[in-house]
């Protein structure tokens, strides 16, 4: 049975964009050879951090939701503590309550976009 999961990873800065597409593109291509079904992906972009990991005071942090085996983890986390592009790495398996939580809230059903809605109909009114 396929569990949901999300991996936050964060990338060292000194890699150019198309370093870093390569980089992520090569770890989602990981994912999918392993039978993983991609729900989500996110780039959150350059980050400073809260202290210096590698004598690196800032990274790139992307995030991947999807759904896969237990075993695809192992992998996926032996393929980042390998890379020394990768300064940390935080894989968590999401219950169903966060999953579609997650999944309102990137339709729009949920946060701000909602309150956006909600006050402009307050003020029609």
Same mark, same amino acid.
Request: neutral net charge.
């Given at each position: 049975?396929?569990? &949901?999961? +999300?991996?936050?990873?964060?990338?060292?800065?000194?890699?150019?964009?198309?370093? !870093?597409?390569?980089?992520?593109?090569?770890?989602?291509? !990981?994912?999918?050879?392993?039978? %993983?079904?991609?729900?989500?992906?996110?780039?959150?972009?350059?980050? &400073?951090?809260a202290y210096p990991i590698k004598k690196k005071t800032s990274g790139f942090y992307y995030a991947v939701?999807?759904?896969?085996?237990?075993?695809?983890?192992? $992998?996926?986390? !032996?393929?980042?503590?390998?890379?020394?592009?990768?300064?940390?790495? @935080?894989?968590?398996? @999401?219950?169903?309550?966060? %999953?579609?939580?997650?999944?309102? $809230?990137?339709?729009?059903?949920?946060?701000?976009?909602?309150?956006?809605?909600?006050? %402009? +109909?307050?003020?029609?009114?």
């Open positions: 049975m396929l569990k &949901q999961y +999300e991996t936050t990873v964060i990338v060292t800065p000194v890699l150019t964009d198309a370093e !870093l597409k390569q980089l992520i593109s090569g770890y989602i291509d !990981l994912l999918k050879n392993n039978g %993983a079904e991609i729900v989500h992906e996110d780039f959150w972009g350059m980050r &400073q951090l939701e999807f759904k896969a085996e237990n075993d695809v983890i192992d $992998k996926l986390e !032996l393929a980042f503590r390998r890379d020394e592009n990768i300064l940390r790495f @935080l894989s968590v398996k @999401l219950d169903k309550f966060v %999953a579609e939580f997650n999944d309102k $809230k990137r339709n729009g059903l949920i946060g701000k976009k909602r309150k956006d809605s909600k006050s %402009a +109909e307050t003020e029609k009114a």
